[in-house]
């Protein structure tokens, strides 16, 4: 069943409910105005954008998860993303790295490309996560509840699966203005002096 | 024929300490010696496989992809559009299926061409041998940190030890 249109938060505002429970955790952002959204809302050396390779951001979450055990690692993912690297949730979810908190903020379309609709409108992506072997899965699109269940997830062993229901508002946000190269070091650096 | 041990050993002497990828049969001794010491974190497809190589050297990992060469053509999109623009390194080591057309058909494109795929890509490569083992790996390293980009290492049938089908 689809959430009612009138309590789904905004990307924007999902995403700023999660900005505020975190610290110094890392975060692997897909590609898309995803990325470019959380560079205008919320930048920090410990976020990585990505510009490219649609479908793979929660691999790269996955293989910074098991670089640093000791800390827990998330990824902001979209419905087209997950649908296109699906495979990765079978790999976190035989891997069950504790320390992974996949977000994916739904919105039913590629946002990014004209709204074409997704298939995420008729397969209920959490379900494929838990399935995969996620450990913690939950559906989400109110504000208290998307700010209840990250809370849990950031103090619970995981891999998490965070589905957020959302609508199709974009931010009028530009391009990630960091060079990639140049955020390549700068992750880098903040990832070492956070294992210090 | 280099001894599948040999081979991780090299590799780990050159700072190598995360190993992913996806199976391959000429690679499968190799797998084998990476399973047995709990080096290796596999992969389900080879553009995930170097997705997840890139997130453990942005943990300050050194990591291996093993892939078949027909993964090369599923990981294309990741390493021009993550590992070159990122500068994200990693070695790779692919084996060389369909080298002189001598391979199920299915691997004879892939095989013809792959050299001048990864040159087009600006990839460097170069060909193990059992002779060469030492320069290749050193060579690996070298260009690893020179340039921070992917660098490959081409196995042909043979070179390696592998488990016996």
Known sequence: MRPEE?????????MQAVFGLVTDQPIIFCHGMLAREAYKLNDRPQNFYMIGS????ASIGLGLALAHPEKKVLVFDGDGNVLMG??????????????LIHV??????????????????????????????????ERVWEREDIVYECKSMLNQDGPSFLLIKVNEQIEDADRVAVEPADMTKR???ACESRKA | ?????????????IGCNFFTGVPDMMLAGIIDVLGERRLYTPAVREDEALTMAAGAFLGGKIPVVL????????????LMSLNLIYTIPCVMVISWRGFEGEDASEHLVMGQTMPQLLDTIRIPHRTLSEQTLDHDVQWTAKTFMEQRI????????????????
């Open chain 1, 6 to 14: 009138g309590v789904m938060q905004s990307r924007a505002q999902a």
């Open chain 1, 54 to 57: 649609a479908g793979g951001a």
């Open chain 1, 86 to 99: 699906m495979s990765s949730l079978a790999t976190i979810g035989g891997l069950k790295p504790k320390n």
């Open chain 1, 104 to 137: 994916v903020f739904d919105n039913e379309v590629y946002g990014s490309t004209g709204n074409q609709p997704t298939y995420s409108r008729l397969i209920r992506l959490d379900h494929v996560a838990k399935a995969a072997g996620y450990v913690n899965v």
């Open chain 1, 187 to 189: 992750f880098r650096a």
């Open chain 2, 1 to 13: 024929m280099i001894e599948s041990d040999d081979f991780v050993r090299a590799l780990e002497g």
């Open chain 2, 67 to 78: 892939m078949e060469n027909s993964g090369l053509g599923k990981a294309m999109n990741v």
């Open chain 2, 150 to 165: 992917p660098v490959a290492l081409l196995v042909k049938k043979g070179v390696v030890k592998t488990l016996q089908p």
